[in-house]
């Protein structure tokens, strides 16, 4: 068997389309960033990079040095001698993310129920709609990426740009979470966590959109707690 044919074990990376000079390991680090979040490389799986390199039709440099980005972000482990692999999660940094979301979002909230736009409230009422839909059809992509967009109208509508890169920045690891308790039950529960954080900004109930917040993020950390406990290879040590 090639190494061409082996490498269709990551059919899931996409081959790399021709870029600008010097964009190479960019485009790599992003293809790469993307699986691990998506799970495609399960948390403590290791990555064969002969095998990326023939999927993605690139060199073994710009793999490399992909890698060593995503070490620095905690989304690999590069262990010598015995290669690369994807991060197992860190629960404590998981903590600390969601501690740094949930103050943040909290405060998007309420504010937002003072003085989101009128389009906004439309926006996320199409995305609600959405949801339902995405639901309904057990469609767990679709609905991890309307979950974004709904969270991302709130501070987008606000013109809160740092507070936005702030909450991107610790989303890669957030994401590998939410994939890993996604489930129907998860996401009729999130559709109603939604659909409550609604209500209050209609209502223009800046304090019960704050509490809508809270409760919807502190539940994504109390079924990652119990998921933790039945599923501790999946976890680095504490």
Do not use: W
């Not at 960033?33 to 993605?56: H, N, Q, T």
């Amino acid at each position: 068997m090639t190494m061409i044919d082996k490498a269709e074990q990551y059919s899931f990376l996409e081959p790399l389309e021709r870029g600008p000079r010097g964009n190479t390991t960019e485009q790599v680090e992003r293809s790469l960033r993307s699986a691990i979040v998506a799970l495609d490389f399960a948390p403590g799986e290791f990555i064969d990079k002969g095998l990326v390199c023939a999927r993605l039709g690139v060199s073994r440099f710009p793999v490399s040095e992909a890698l060593a980005r995503l070490a620095a972000e905690g989304l690999v482990e590069i262990l010598p001698q015995r290669g690369t692999r994807a991060a197992r999660i860190r629960l404590a940094e998981i903590k600390e993310s969601m501690l740094i979301r949930n103050a943040l979002e909290a405060i998007v909230a309420e504010t937002a129920a003072r003085r989101l736009p009128s389009p906004a409230l439309t926006a996320l009422k199409k995305n609600l709609q959405a949801q339902e839909k995405a639901v309904a059809k057990g469609d767990r992509a679709g609905f991890h990426a309307l979950d974004l967009a709904f969270h991302a109208i709130l501070v987008d509508s606000l013109e809160l740009p740092r507070i936005a890169a702030v909450i991107e920045a610790s989303r890669a690891n957030i994401d590998r979470v939410r994939r890993l308790l996604s489930s129907p039950r998860r996401h009729a529960v999130t559709l109603a966590e939604h659909r409550d954080l609604l209500k209050a900004l209609e209502a223009h109930d800046s304090e019960a959109a704050r509490r809508a917040m809270e409760s919807h993020l502190e539940a994504v950390m109390d079924e990652l707690e119990h998921f933790s406990s039945e599923y501790p290879e999946v976890f680095a040590p504490r």
